[in-house]
């Protein structure tokens, strides 16, 4: 074993991955070509699923002459239709990418200086059982904690729920769509679910609030839009920023930031008072429809104007639009909708706009989710851990419905109400993904193990003890997909090439892994092909099947009431909640009422975040395909605002938040886009990992400048669009 610097590690090659143990029928590709010792020739299409982000789009990757080539959607995809995103198609450039992760490593230094000891797989597994059974001796299993992001993380959720640990979480829920799941599930009695439950194609009215769809590329819900759009459906966009659907939009209303839920009770005030809603929908489902009545009287667009900046006519247009389209009104959920801490309660005035509509359950508004039943592969039952969850004690957060990011990081800096002592991270940046840096990287000097499974040296990386380079999505096989959506079916991801390096698959690390803590029993398959299959025979498939096609589709049955869906509503009255005993019980407002949020100090402005149509997160920047797309940020200032301090488009400011912390530098896009209180950029730029050597340091970093947050007291979501910045001219 020897020391060597990532970078130096970088270049030393290292061996192929053996077809046999990563069970790689990456090998029925190439595989039998090289057994017959020639070079592969032709073109071979392989079906598999795109992990370029979490919407798992069917897609042919092509091989051509052994390399990979291109990457196009698959036809039989009922959520890609035969097309992929900008980034999907990219996604060739993930298998290419010279700065990924190669081979197992171990930090000798100290930590965050990104140095590490290049080690075989054995090694740097057997570092990782003997530091978490360390931690399982002196505090017990619950102190291993896991953070992970999408299917990959099946296999390693497994592992450690074998090791007897309950702490695993995604910052999907607290730091995205958990407030809005929470909202409609208080009001309906069931989430809105990835891939949402929004019939896009068939709504005659199509509201936007805050969700820029186009630059948010969940592929289908991109492509009904545009579908929606060309049947001539009335868009309502309300964004602070022209967004690209605002383009689209018959009615654009750029409302002052933080004060969407005024505008949403302003809506049902008008829809109420002039008796617009769908009565004999509300009669027939609806619970304390009177008391929610009375409750929006005083919320009238008089109110709301000088909140929202919305003028009263405007509102009032508005309403009478959603109406007139009523069922096939969709107010859109949105995803990421962690703003400024009361965002459940606004996701909840979303679910009831809709409610009013009688679109929940019906064409042009939600379906009722299908999906296939594919039953799992026995296992011993999981042992029942000696200390409950660790994120939310005492239930503080009482309708969280996962775990909190925030919560295990909080217990992890105070050991309260137990130690986090370890943590594994699989393919999440946490640096990015979760609010106040500092407080992040203060919690990991607190551990005694971070384990970073990933592809790319992220910056969470940059912080690891252990870094176990994962296989890309083109070079694995991976759990099944089978997905929840208005018609049902299930997808292979399977391997297409091999792995360039001495990178494993998820299921492979966590399978290793979970041997050496003596937890081989959970594992009973002998290869994953093995494991595939026997789930796919007993659902009456075969891996055969899959592996040809990429996907089975299921008999579609009804998922709407006009079709003969039966209404359900899981709710504790079983209808839908206009008025929530159980919110009134816990101590919070029955029906969502409003609070003013702070305004920016004298010369700051909000900053706010989003998202670009070629980059996933902070995920893919180094990709050189999407790189090349997009290299940098903008920040987005009103082009008075941009005149006045002598800016324009081009010039390079730094931002400075209120706590003091200074970004990097970045372009400025002058722009009437915007409105003059506020600032924007897409999320995900401004790597400072070494090793993201194309996206080191392009453009500036908002997760830097989210010093500060407000937690949602329903469930625990971090509101982040609380943080304010000034702009300084860099000279
Ligand atoms: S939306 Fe785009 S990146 Fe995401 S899975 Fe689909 S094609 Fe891939």
């Not at 949403?264 to 109420?272: D, F, G």
């Not at 040809?548 to 839908?576: C, D, H, M, N, Q």
Request: charged share 25%; glycine share 10%; hydrophobic share 40%.
């Amino acid at each position: 074993m020897h020391t060597v610097s990532r970078r130096r590690f970088l270049q030393i090659s290292s061996a192929t991955v053996g077809l046999a143990e990563t069970g790689a029928a990456a090998g029925h590709l190439a595989g039998q070509a090289a057994a017959a010792g020639e070079a592969e020739r032709g073109v071979r299409k392989v079906p598999t699923f795109c992990d370029i982000c979490f919407w798992k789009c069917g897609a042919i990757a092509h091989v051509k002459d052994g390399k990979l080539w291109k990457i196009e959607g698959n036809p039989e995809d009922p959520l890609c239709r035969g097309r992929l995103c900008p980034r999907g198609t990219g996604g060739v450039g993930a298998h290419f990418d010279p700065d990924r992760l190669r081979t197992p490593l171990v930090r000798r230094q100290k930590r965050g200086q990104e140095v590490w000891t290049a080690v075989t797989w054995d090694e740097a597994l057997n570092v990782v059982a003997e530091k978490m059974n360390a931690i399982k001796a002196k505090y017990g299993p619950e102190a291993v904690a896991l953070f992970s992001h999408g299917i990959g993380g099946t296999f390693l959720k497994h592992t450690l729920k074998a090791f007897g640990s309950p702490n695993t979480a995604a910052p999907s829920f607290a730091q995205c769509r958990g407030p809005r799941d929470v909202g409609f599930a208080l009001t309906f009695g069931e989430e809105v679910g990835s891939p949402e439950r929004t019939d896009i194609r068939n709504s005659r009215c199509l509201v936007l609030i805050g969700s820029h769809l186009g630059e948010n590329m969940h592929n289908t819900q991109a492509q009904e839009f545009a579908e929606a759009v060309g049947a001539g459906a009335s868009i309502i966009v309300v964004d602070p920023r022209f967004s690209v659907a605002a383009s689209k939009a018959k009615h654009y209303l750029p409302i002052r930031p933080g004060t969407d839920l005024a505008l949403l009770l302003a809506w049902i005030n008008v829809i109420v008072a002039e008796g617009l809603y769908d009565k004999d929908y509300v009669a027939a489902h609806g619970f304390g429809f009177e008391a929610f009545a009375a409750e929006v009287l005083p919320f009238t667009p008089e109110w709301a104007y000088p909140e929202t900046g919305i003028e009263p006519g405007v509102i009032r247009e508005t309403a009478r639009e959603m109406a007139r389209y009523r069922p096939a009104t969709l107010i859109h959920p949105g995803r990421h909708a962690t703003w400024y801490g009361d965002d459940a309660q606004r996701s909840r005035a979303i679910a009831l706009l809709n409610a009013l509509m009688g679109s929940w359950g019906r064409k042009g508004g939600f379906w009722s989710p299908a999906s296939m039943d594919v039953p799992g592969y026995p296992y011993p039952a999981y042992p029942v851990p000696a200390k409950g969850k660790v994120d939310n004690p005492g239930r503080k957060y009482p309708f969280a419905t996962e775990a909190i990011t925030t919560g295990i990081r909080h217990a992890t800096l105070t050991g309260e109400p137990y130690p986090i002592k370890g943590w594994m991270v699989y393919a999440t940046n946490l640096i990015h993904a979760m609010p106040n840096e500092a407080e992040t990287i203060e919690a990991i000097k607190a551990l005694d193990l971070l384990v970073v499974v990933d592809v790319i040296p992220s910056e969470i990386a940059g912080w690891a003890d252990v870094v176990l380079p994962e296989t890309t999505y083109l070079e694995r096989y991976d759990e099944l997909n089978v997905e929840v959506f208005r018609e049902p079916f299930v997808a292979l991801r399977q391997p297409v090439v091999l792995a360039p390096h001495d990178q494993k698959p998820n299921w492979w690390i966590a399978r290793k892994l979970a041997e050496k803590l003596g937890l081989g029993a959970y594992y009973p398959w002998q290869t994953i092909e093995e494991y595939l299959e026997h789930r796919l025979k007993r659902a009456g498939m075969s891996l055969a099947q899959l592996r040809e096609k990429g996907i089975v589709r299921g008999a579609r049955r009804p998922v709407f009431y006009e079709e003969g869906l039966a209404p359900e509503f899981p709710t504790p009255s079983g209808k839908i909640e206009f008025y929530s005993a159980q919110l009134r019980d816990s101590g919070f407002d029955a029906v969502p009422k409003y609070k003013r949020p702070a305004a920016p100090p004298e010369g700051s402005f909000r900053l706010l975040f989003g998202r670009s149509p070629v980059h996933s997160f902070s995920r893919t920047q180094s990709n050189p395909i999407l790189h090349e797309m997009m290299a940098e940020n903008e920040v987005w200032v009103n082009a008075s605002i941009a005149a006045r301090l002598g800016l324009a488009s081009g010039s390079v400011v730094r931002l400075r938040n209120q706590d003091g912390v200074r970004s990097d530098p970045v372009k400025v896009k002058a722009t009437e886009r915007i409105r003059p209180d506020c600032v924007y950029m897409v999320h995900g730029f401004g790597h400072t990992s070494r090793h993201l050597t194309r996206a080191f340091r392009k453009g500036a970093s908002d997760a830097q400048l989210i010093t500060r947050y407000e937690t949602d007291p329903l469930m625990g979501g971090t509101g982040m669009n609380v943080n304010f910045v000034s702009i300084e001219a860099e000279a």
